[in-house]
């Protein structure tokens, strides 16, 4: 019953965004007060019914219905309850479902937050937001519905993936999906823009608060799947190029531009047809994402049951969202009319360098992730785009780009001063520099390219700090005062300079850095790695909830002083057998030590094959995309982002 | 008329994408196609004697298909009552038994049926990474020596009537 | 306890055929192995996603890894060892994608839309300037204009 419930609930919410996407822009367009007000009534009624959907269909994975072919499919009476739970999104269904939700949730929020914004573009936006919905809702009504009924029903279900067991993956889903499908929101605001014909410092204003708040969750969702990998995948690897998981790097890379960009739409009224353009693409990259994932064109590790009727439908739904919305881009964009000039050297045109770099990058992993596709499709001939080819273009882009953001803080908006910018920096420049030098020496040396990302990671860090300095006038007097009264936003970008040149750092080290030694080890063998010494003590046998495992017990002395037992194991599951490893981390703000345990290397089970890796500052990594994201909160909570503020300021 | 790249682009895009749900990115085609069968030797399954080599097979003046299975393979037991359908209609299949116990391929053979004319076993894989082989099943048509055709995976009914038997077919003639 | 290890161990063994990849013979010379590791990174493991053969724990990457080592002691370069695979595989098993007529457009993308989106940036700011630059005033549109900021310094 709860599951029709859901079923029927979802129907209404489909009914209610289609009403949404219609009327009231159909209102707007003519001027019709009353169908006008529909929209924020409807939003919050679509928002009302799709959660209910969504509850009936986490209900359902509760209590283990498996009369739900979902259920059944995905579900098992053994699973830890919050991986019933989880199972609700992981799998085809019901994170499309989820999609809707956050869709939804999204509208919902516009429609509350949004209340001050000028009548018309708020209807414009609501109904776009309405649209996309509904393409969701047919999608799901019509080919994946998580309500079907199974009968005659089994007693068990049949999901039990041991690799989906476990936190990180869990909500991994929701926090991306937070990210991704936030992305609407600018999408529909371009939108209305584009149909208003209008695009001012107020839109702008609009915009970039629900632009970071995407951004913030897309970065924590990308880097939350990359920490999965890294200690679930048993050698430390957190980033493959694999296509789903370019699929969610092209748009957060779109997104970044996005942001700066509107920035300077804001400040300076002017980039105002290549803002629009970044905020289409980047929700466009999102629904290629979503296409590219379920329809079976590229092989995944994570793809979902592929389903070539799905990929008709999601194609042609892209077809015409993204190609109209491109299409009016075409026809309507002229409207805008162009703002201020700005000098070759000015923070404008090191925002556009930025904009130019990001959109680049983008589109080299767009193309890189379907040249495999493109070129099957035209000759043939099968081919792999991989990792080599990714580190390389995407490194040679990300050179100027940690450059020029080092200087861009500091240079003024209309014309820098070239020479001054030069002067004052160059020094910074040169000291990261010679820091660089010395600590890749330090190392050991190693490749060329290690001395770079250390290089550009210090410089980064250095120019963010003295640019701040320098605006706090740090060692004058009153500094304190100075610093307590800067602008949020200001000191989130701060903060999110800092935490990339961290994370680089990270990469770097951990990258060139790394040591692995691969040995037969006996009871009381000790092996030097990364400074530290490790004794292997001892196994025992384990059985846990639906695996049994061989634990490990490495001890890891340093100096001498046992500083950390480490117990990695070795796991085979029952359903369906599947032998997995549990990778044992120590993680240290210097470093990473990773232990692996593989097989018994003799009967008598006294010998083990083992793997140790040290990753040098690999927390940096972590860290430094922490550090990131709070500074994007931090620029979320500026006072000049509250909605009522923009209508204030034009009066 | 700058501003309709994006749109064109995106165009593009799509008609690439729409070709590519009709592809199959990972059926890898065979490099080896029309090359001469690589040179081996392999034993009797659970024995030392030889089951069969690469000269057998080159001798055989009619085509021939090299079948590689596994007893733990499970899309090999959907294929089977294909091969038995080959066999009766006249086709001889050399089968490679890949990885498997002696005890197990016997067991497969005994309960499902035997439809080859010679089997041996490649206990290490080694001689089916030399045919290209990268899992099972995977069936190869072989003419005076040379490889004609691979078909990677199961033989699906669909596979059987309109694509296979068609092509044997045509190259006995 | 060690009944029990036993016992878990023995289930475990004998599911050895999906091996977890941690325990295979590497070769005796240090320098060979190094130079083995280098190349298996670049080979594409056949039946996983983009992972190399040395990334990967499934069977077929073992056995892959175990051939890489037996070409380079049977004396083979690096280059042989690659033309080994790709002559059983094609170039899909490599990882990094061949360097030819068809993929020259891959590798220079970055450059290549580099060129292009400063060649756009470019247009469009002459565009802007020469829209903005305003034909020079005359003689009563100065006089005018020389009436309008007296009036504004009066404020």
Redesign the interface.
């Known amino acids: 019953m709860i599951v029709e419930s859901g079923h029927y609930a979802l129907i209404l919410a489909c009914t209610l965004s289609l009403v949404q996407g219609i009327f009231p822009l159909y209102g707007a367009l003519t001027g019709r007060g009353r169908l006008m007000r529909l929209s924020a009534p409807t939003a919050y009624g679509q928002f009302f019914f799709v959660s209910i959907a969504f509850g009936a269909l986490m209900h359902a994975f509760i209590v283990s219905d498996f009369s739900v072919v979902n259920v059944a499919k995905n579900s098992h009476t053994l699973k830890p309850m919050l991986y019933k739970v989880s199972a609700t999104w992981g799998n085809h269904e019901g994170s499309i479902l989820l999609w809707a939700l956050i869709l939804a949730l999204y509208g919902a929020a516009v429609a509350f937050f949004g209340r001050k914004l000028p009548k018309t573009l708020y209807v414009k936006v609501l109904s776009i937001q309405a649209l996309i919905g509904l393409g969701f809702y047919l999608f799901l009504l019509l080919t994946s519905n998580p309500f079907e009924r199974l009968y005659p029903f089994p007693m068990e279900g049949s999901g039990l993936n041991p690799l989906l067991q476990d936190p990180g993956l869990a909500f991994h889903p929701p926090l991306l999906y937070l990210g991704y499908v936030g992305l609407s929101v600018t999408f529909s605001f371009a939108v209305g823009a584009l149909i208003e014909g209008r695009v001012d410092a107020a839109w702008a204003r609009w915009v970039r608060p629900w632009t970071l708040l995407a951004w913030c969750f897309l970065t924590a969702g990308i880097t939350l799947g990359s920490w999965w990998a890294y200690y679930e995948?048993?050698?430390g690897?957190w980033w493959?190029?694999?296509?789903v998981e370019n699929a969610s790097f092209m748009p957060w890379l779109v997104a970044t531009a996005l942001l700066h960009s509107a920035i300077v739409v804001e400040k300076r009224d002017t980039l105002k047809?290549w803002t629009i353009?970044l905020a289409?693409?980047a929700f466009?990259f999102s629904l290629l994402g979503t296409?590219i994932v379920r329809?079976?064109?590229?092989?995944?590790?994570h793809a979902f049951a592929t389903d070539?009727e799905r990929?008709?439908f999601i194609?042609a739904f892209?077809?015409l969202v993204?190609?109209g919305s491109?299409?009016l881009?075409?026809?309507r964009?002229?409207k805008l009319q162009?703002g201020g000039?700005f000098a070759?050297i000015s923070r404008e045109s090191m925002l556009?360098i930025n904009n130019?770099?990001l959109?680049?990058?983008a589109?080299?992993v767009m193309?890189?992730t379907?040249?495999?596709?493109?070129?099957?499709?035209l000759?043939?001939?099968?081919?792999?785009?991989?990792?080599?080819?990714f580190n390389l273009?995407f490194g040679?882009?990300m050179i100027p780009l940690l450059l020029v953001m080092g200087l861009g803080p500091s240079a003024s908006w209309k014309r820098a001063d070239l020479a001054g910018i030069v002067s004052r920096l160059g020094f910074v420049f040169a000291t990261s520099l010679v820091a660089a030098l010395a600590f890749f020496y330090m190392l050991g040396g190693g490749e060329i390219m290690a001395a770079v990302w250390l290089g550009l990671g210090l410089w980064l860090m250095a120019a963010t700090f003295y640019e701040w300095a320098d605006r706090v006038k740090l060692f004058k007097v009153n500094a304190m005062k100075r610093i307590r009264r800067q602008p949020r936003a200001s000191v989130g970008m701060s903060f999110g300079h800092l935490g990339l040149a961290i994370a680089v750092l990270g990469m770097a080290g951990s990258s060139y850095w790394g040591t692995e030694q691969?040995k037969?080890m006996a009871y009381e063998d000790e092996i030097n790695i990364g400074g530290y010494d490790v004794n292997f003590r001892d196994?025992?046998?384990?059985i846990g909830p639906n695996y049994?495992?061989?634990r490990g017990a490495f001890d890891i002395r340093k100096n001498g002083k046992i500083v950390a037992t480490l117990e990695p194991e070795?796991r085979?599951f029952s359903t369906p057998?599947?032998?997995?490893?549990e990778a044992a981390i120590y993680s240290t703000l210097m470093g990473d030590l990773f232990i692996?345990?593989?097989?018994?290397?003799n009967k008598t089970?006294d010998q083990w094959?083992?793997?140790l890796y040290y990753k040098p500052l690999q927390t940096w990594l972590w860290g430094g995309v922490v550090v990131m994201v709070f500074g994007g909160f931090i620029s979320l909570s500026d006072r000049r982002f509250r909605m009522g503020a923009a209508k204030k300021k034009i009066n | 008329m700058k501003?309709?790249v994006?749109?064109a682009i995106?165009?593009f895009?799509?008609l690439?994408?729409?070709?590519?749900?009709?592809?199959?990115?990972?059926n890898?085609?065979s490099e080896l196609i029309n090359d001469p069968i690589p040179e081996f030797s392999l034993p009797i399954v659970g024995g030392e004697s030889l089951g069969f080599s690469s000269t057998d097979v080159k001798a055989e003046e009619e085509v021939i298909i090299i079948n590689f299975f596994a007893s733990w393979c499970a899309p090999c037991y959907v294929e089977h009552p294909f091969l038995m359908e080959l066999k009766n209609q006249g086709y001889k299949i050399y089968g490679i038994s890949y990885k498997d116990k002696a005890r197990d391929t016997n067991r497969f053979i005994k309960e499902q049926g035997n439809p080859y004319y010679k089997i041996a076993a490649d206990k290490d894989g080694r001689v089916a990474i030399n045919f290209g082989v990268y899992g099972v099943p995977e069936t190869y048509v072989i003419q005076d020596g040379i490889i004609r055709y691979k078909h990677a995976g199961p033989i699906h009914e669909m596979d059987f009537e309109d694509k296979f038997l068609p092509i044997i077919k045509r190259m006995g003639e | 306890?060690r009944v029990?290890?036993?016992?878990?161990?023995f289930?475990?063994?004998t599911?050895?055929v999906?091996?977890?990849?941690?325990?295979e013979k590497?070769l005796a010379d240090p320098a060979s192995e190094i130079r083995a590791q280098e190349i298996m990174k670049?080979l594409?493991c056949l039946v996983?996603?983009?992972?190399?053969i040395v990334?990967s724990?499934a069977p077929l990457a073992k056995d892959l890894r175990e051939i890489v080592r037996e070409r380079i002691t049977a004396g083979d370069t690096d280059k042989e060892v690659l033309f080994f695979m790709t002559k059983r595989y094609?170039?899909?098993?490599?990882?990094?994608?061949?360097f030819d007529r068809?993929?020259i457009i891959?590798?220079l993308?970055?450059?290549l839309?580099?060129l292009i989106?400063?060649f756009v940036?470019y247009r469009n700011?002459s565009h802007?300037?020469s829209?903005?630059v305003s034909p020079p005033l005359n003689k009563e549109e100065e006089k005018r204009l020389r009436v309008l900021l007296d009036e504004r310094a009066d404020d």
């Open positions: 995948l048993g050698w690897g493959f190029w694999d296509p047809a353009l289409i693409i466009s296409f329809s079976g064109v590229l092989t995944s590790v070539p990929g008709v194609l892209l077809f993204i190609g491109l299409l881009f075409a026809l964009a002229d162009a000039l070759p556009v130019l770099l959109s680049v990058a589109m080299v193309f890189g379907l040249y495999p596709l493109l070129r099957d499709a000759t043939g001939d099968k081919i792999t785009v991989g990792p080599p080819f273009a040679f882009l691969q037969i196994t025992n046998g384990i049994t495992a061989v070795a085979l057998p599947m032998p997995t490893t692996v345990i593989g097989e018994a290397n089970y094959a083992v793997r | 501003k309709f994006p749109f995106f165009c895009i799509s690439a994408l729409f070709t590519g749900l009709s592809l199959n990115p990972g890898i085609p | 306890m029990f290890l036993s016992i878990t161990l289930i475990f063994i599911f050895a999906h091996a977890v990849g941690v325990d590497q670049k594409r996983c996603q983009n992972q190399s990334d724990d094609g170039d899909w098993v490599l990882l990094k994608p061949p068809t993929t891959l590798w993308s970055p450059v839309l580099l989106g400063f940036i700011q802007r300037k829209l903005a």
